[in-house]
C-alpha cells in the first residue's frame, strides 16, 4: 500500500501579492503605534517625575522613584522597537516590490497591485520621514538586461 501526501499548491502570486500588500500595511501601522505609544510614555514619565518630586512622605517617595524607574524602562524598551520595526518594514518592502517586478505586465488583478504600490510608497515614507534609507530595493536596481544584449 503506497500512503500519498497531498501538499497544498503553493499560494498564486494573487494570493502571495495580497498577503505580502497586507504584511507591510500592517507594519507600517504597527510603527506607528509605537511612536505614539512612545509619545504617551514620554508623558507618563514625567507625571511620575513630577510626583516623586512633590511627595513628601520618605515610604510614598520610594515607591515613585520606583515606578519611575519602571516607566522609564518601559519607555526605552518601547524607543528601542523602533528600528526593529523599520527593519522588518524594510525586509516586507523589499519582499513585496521584488514580487511586483516579477509579475507580468496585464495579467494581474489591476486593484492588488495598485494597493501593493500604495503599501510600497507608505512603506517608503517611513524611511523618508525618518531620514534613513532602506537597503537598495528591486526598483533602484540597474537594468542589466540591455547590457547583456550582444552587440549586433
Known amino acids: 500500500m503506497v500512503i500519498t501526501t497531498k501538499r497544498a499548491a503553493a499560494p498564486s502570486t494573487q494570493t502571495q501579492l495580497k498577503?505580502?500588500?497586507?504584511?507591510?500595511?500592517?507594519?507600517?501601522?504597527?510603527?506607528?503605534?509605537?511612536?505614539?505609544?512612545?509619545?504617551?510614555?514620554?508623558?507618563?514619565?514625567?507625571?511620575?517625575?513630577?510626583?516623586?518630586?512633590?511627595?513628601?512622605?520618605e515610604s510614598k517617595r520610594k515607591t515613585y522613584d520606583a515606578d519611575l524607574r519602571k516607566q522609564n524602562e518601559v519607555l526605552e524598551e518601547t524607543v528601542l522597537m523602533v528600528p526593529h520595526m523599520e527593519r522588518r518594514i524594510r525586509d516586507a518592502?523589499?519582499?513585496?516590490?521584488?514580487?511586483?517586478?516579477?509579475?507580468?505586465?496585464?495579467?494581474?488583478?489591476?486593484?492588488?497591485?495598485?494597493?501593493?504600490k500604495e503599501a510600497i510608497a507608505a512603506a517608503a515614507s517611513v524611511f523618508a520621514s525618518t531620514n534613513t534609507k532602506p537597503a537598495v530595493s528591486a526598483s533602484a536596481k540597474p537594468d542589466v538586461s540591455a547590457s547583456a544584449k550582444p552587440a549586433e
Open 19 to 57: 498577503i505580502k500588500t497586507g504584511a507591510v500595511n500592517r507594519l507600517v501601522k504597527e510603527r506607528q503605534l509605537y511612536l505614539k505609544e512612545i509619545d504617551e510614555q514620554r508623558v507618563r514619565v514625567e507625571e511620575y517625575r513630577q510626583r516623586a518630586i512633590a511627595e513628601t512622605g
Open 93 to 116: 518592502m523589499q519582499d513585496l516590490e521584488n514580487l511586483v517586478l516579477s509579475m507580468k505586465d496585464g495579467a494581474e488583478d489591476i486593484e492588488a497591485l495598485a494597493s501593493a
